[in-house]
């Protein structure tokens, strides 16, 4: 739907300026005169329909980032907790937003909002900034008209979900630039340096120890078979994502992960600590439990994790309890079931669940530091043995050539 820039007069005569949406100008300014603003200019703006072919690309560089979902949230709690009604609220988020695409969803929203509809039901309309968590959030909140408590916590989940994936992101950021940089020097080795010595090697008319054939035969790969190791790397990519798309594929790479030594630490403490911190989220907003573990168990990536809370769900729909199912798979440590169990007996779920999602993120915090702290030598290590091989290679066919020439 198109979205226009007003200016205008409201009753008093004041100047007022803002965004409004509609099929066209004669509609949009029907809108503002409903609104009781007489408007002086209208120019359209832009569009929220799906993009073409052509403007998909553009819209990858103007999509709704979490952090700025995070900061209009708790703008808009703000804004709600001292009594401004919802519409003014919106209007007064839409008109300070810097993401261009979020303020046009927000333009639109406030609209929706305006004619009726609930807030829930109008950011619903965009899945593509607003999640299936979220909006079940403040449909909650709405309901108990606790809309502002309600976004708080959304604001507050959703900064602790920023810092964790900022977490993750940093502490991988220097393994794999040196990573990059190492595999850099080692092919400019194997493209460069190695074919002017193999000049040597040639004249040498005699038999070249294995480890420098070896090598050899990579350089010589790398110069003239380029192409066919590019696309050996396409092929193995699209099979392997074509296998990781399947149920059956995703499911067997979700179970190594979770095997792999640090990794699949990582991976499990990551899950446990989205799952109590979403539900527990949920609860305190609201969301009757049922639904909050419909929810919960799309925001856990690990297909295997992923099913222990369905098998939960089911287990709670019989009236059993969530802990015995979660025990059961293996999946979860015996700390997090046992503290759940003392949660739904004790009728502090919710706090319980809290807990959990603290001590996970400051483990999550830890294993991260000490990670990258082991990461680094290993780089350095590894880089040093690729090129200790090379100059090994190097080096053997001329130590036998003087052993030679001595005796």
Do not use: C
Not at 288 to 306: E, H, Q, S
């Amino acid at each position: 739907m198109p979205v226009f820039d007003y200016k205008g007069l409201d009753n008093s005569g004041k100047n007022v300026k803002g965004k409004i949406d509609g099929d066209n100008l004669k509609i949009a300014r029907a809108k503002l005169r409903r609104q009781n603003i007489f408007p002086i200019e209208l120019i359209e703006k832009a569009t929220l329909e799906k993009p073409t072919q052509v403007g998909r690309f553009t819209k990858f560089f103007k999509r709704v980032k979490i952090t700025d979902i995070s900061i209009m949230t708790r703008q808009l709690a703000t804004l709600i907790k001292a009594n401004i009604p919802l519409v003014e609220a919106l209007i007064a988020i839409s008109d300070q937003l810097e993401n261009e695409r979020l303020k046009l969803i927000m333009t639109e929203v406030r609209e929706q909002v305006n004619e009726g509809s609930s807030l829930a039901t109008a950011l619903g309309k965009h899945p593509e900034a607003f999640s299936n968590l979220y909006i079940n959030m403040v449909k909650a909140g709405e309901t108990a008209g606790t809309l502002d408590t309600v976004l708080l916590r959304l604001a507050e989940f959703t900064e602790s979900s920023v810092k964790l994936r900022n977490k993750v992101t940093g502490a991988m950021m220097y393994p794999l630039l040196m990573t990059l940089v190492g595999a850099a020097i080692i092919t400019g080795l194997f493209i460069f340096v190695i074919p002017q010595i193999t000049q040597i090697f040639s004249e040498m008319e005699q038999a070249l120890p294995l480890i420098t054939r070896i090598v050899i035969g990579i350089s010589d790969a790398l110069r003239y078979y380029w192409y066919l190791v590019i696309l050996g790397i396409f092929i193995f990519y699209t099979l392997f994502k074509k296998f990781s798309a399947t149920e059956k594929g995703k499911r067997r790479i979700d179970a190594t992960l979770l095997k792999l030594p640090i990794v699949g630490k990582m991976v499990r403490m990551i899950s446990v600590s989205r799952f109590t911190s979403t539900l527990s989220t949920l609860l305190k907003g609201g969301v009757p439990l049922l639904a909050a573990m419909d929810i919960v168990k799309n925001v856990v990536d690990n297909t295997l994790i992923r099913e222990a809370l369905i098998k939960a769900k089911e287990n709670i729909t019989e009236g059993q309890s969530i802990a015995q199912p979660l025990r059961e798979s293996g999946e979860f440590p015996a700390m997090v079931t046992h503290m759940i169990s003392i949660g739904e007996k004790t009728g502090e779920l919710e706090s319980m669940l809290n807990t959990i999602a603290d001590a996970y993120d400051n483990e999550v915090e830890t294993t991260i530091t000490a990670l990258t702290q082991l990461l680094e030598p290993i780089m350095i290590l590894l880089m040093g043995l690729g090129v200790g091989i090379i100059v090994m290679a190097v080096l053997l066919p001329i130590l036998n050539l003087n052993n030679i020439a001595s005796s």
